[in-house]
């Protein structure tokens, strides 16, 4: 049976990256293959800094190395704002991280849709429907523009109540065009749940609904943070790491659904300090998983 092909990497550089004494992020693309891993998530959280030069040289020893990249888009983006400066703002922020990520050789870039204000009832609505007539207003304008060419937008489910961001609304801002893509993060919605996610059940009612909205094709080749979080009633509070006992969810069960659906997503790991160890374990087990399940 032919192998089909998961990435697996870390959302920035494990704390152990700098503890070996590497202090460039040009130096991580060789770092993260050497641990068996083939995807990266680099951060432009608190606005892009990067130079057309350095992410030029990132992005070709990434190539080099076989590393796909993903870009992180700031976290000031709010397509929720009524203020005009602000939504003038959210768009430029788009616009500066397609534009970096271009150079940088990454082809996908996640982003939060925004805060709605209010967990539930006629305030939220308002917020979602403004992030979405907003959100497609941009959608047309960047069809015209080069660094969109080929560059695959990925709104991201979240972990707070208060922000937009749950799997139904993500899901319909996926359909406002064929050329976005899901990140379903599965530590946020498990927080958003209050602890929703415990069984194969309960990850399988996830990608089900992502197949009957975008189809199958698209919910194969999503985009996936994961990673351990606590979370208050509020929802999430922090992230943890593999090592730490008595934070959900568990990851083997995903892992398990992938293998048998045929997916082919890009899967970050989000752990605290430690997302490339982590990255690493979820890839072994999932190696072990196919060896297994395909063996006579």
């Excluded at 130096?27 to 995807?39: D, F, G, Q, R, T």
């Excluded at 020893?61 to 000031?76: F, G, N, R, T």
């Excluded at 659906?261 to 899967?267: G, K």
Aim: charged content about 25%; overall charge neutral.
């Amino acid at each position: 049976m032919k192998q089909h092909t998961i990435r697996f990497g870390p959302a920035g550089n494990s704390a152990s990256f700098y503890n070996a004494g590497h202090k460039s992020t040009l130096e991580m693309p060789a770092w993260v293959a050497a641990m068996s891993l083939n995807a990266f998530e680099y951060s432009f959280g608190r606005g892009v800094r990067l130079s057309d030069k350095l992410a030029g040289e990132i992005g070709e020893k990434a190539k080099e190395y076989d590393v796909q990249l993903s870009v992180h888009m700031p976290y000031y983006i709010n397509l929720a704002t009524d203020d005009p400066e602000k939504q003038a703002n959210t768009k430029r922020y788009f616009l500066q991280s397609m534009r970096a990520a271009r150079f940088i050789g990454a082809t996908r870039g996640v982003f939060h849709p925004g805060t709605a204000g209010a967990a539930t009832g006629p305030q939220r609505r308002a917020a979602f429907e403004r992030a979405y007539q907003l959100f497609r207003s941009f959608l047309k304008e960047f069809a015209e523009l080069e660094d969109f060419q080929g560059f695959t937008l990925c709104p991201e489910t979240m972990g707070k109540l208060n922000q937009l961001g749950d799997l139904d609304e993500i899901l319909a801002i996926c359909n406002l065009d064929k050329q976005l893509l899901p990140c379903i993060d599965f530590g946020h919605l498990h927080c958003r749940g209050l602890g929703a996610i415990n069984t194969i059940h309960d990850y399988a009612a996830i990608l089900d609904k992502t197949e009957k909205v975008l189809g199958v094709a698209r919910a194969r080749n999503m985009h996936i943070h994961f990673s351990k979080i606590e979370f208050t009633k509020a929802g999430e509070r922090m992230h943890r790491t593999f090592a730490e006992e008595g934070y959900g969810p568990d990851f083997a069960p995903l892992l398990e659904l992938l293998a048998e659906r045929r997916y082919t997503p890009i899967i970050i790991c989000e752990s605290n300090g430690t997302m490339a160890e982590d990255a690493l374990v979820m890839k072994k087990f999932y190696e072990n998983y196919t060896k297994t399940r395909n063996s006579p």
